[in-house]
């Protein structure tokens, strides 16, 4: 069982930054691809970056390339989303998740097993 807790969330000026972060408080993350998506109410929860086992391939919505980054620090089970150039639309609930497979997972949301609680990032205009 693996639990995931995000964190960093908060009220942001539009072209700020904001670092949020997943730490897993049981269970390790270093053997899986892990991913962060976003959510606002009525919509599907969509991807937003990836990251392989290894941290050197990631993958991005088009929506956060340029703007994002994603990364990892296994020796403290934590992952993390960078997020600069912020946009009133990047406001939601950004969840992490953890890849169902060893192999690594694509953009669906039902290829991730373990999620977090989800952090709430507002961005004012």
């Known amino acids: 069982q693996v639990q995931l807790v995000e964190s960093g969330g908060g009220l942001v000026q539009a072209g700020g930054s904001l670092t949020v972060s997943c730490a897993a408080s049981?269970?390790?993350?270093?053997?899986?691809?892990m991913g962060w998506f976003r959510q606002t109410p009525g919509k599907e929860r969509e991807f937003v970056a990836g990251i392989s086992v290894s941290g050197g391939i990631t993958n991005y919505a088009d929506s956060a390339k340029g703007r994002f980054t994603i990364s990892r620090d296994d020796a403290k089970n934590t992952v993390y989303l960078q997020m600069n150039g912020l946009k009133p639309e990047d406001t939601a609930v950004y969840y992490c998740?953890?890849?169902?497979?060893?192999?690594?997972?694509?953009?669906?949301?039902?290829?991730?097993?373990?999620w977090g609680q989800g952090t709430q990032v507002t961005i004012s205009s």
């Open positions: 049981e269970g390790t993350i270093s053997s899986y691809a």
């Open positions: 998740a953890r890849c169902r497979y060893l192999g690594g997972c694509s953009s669906s949301t039902r290829e991730y097993v373990y």
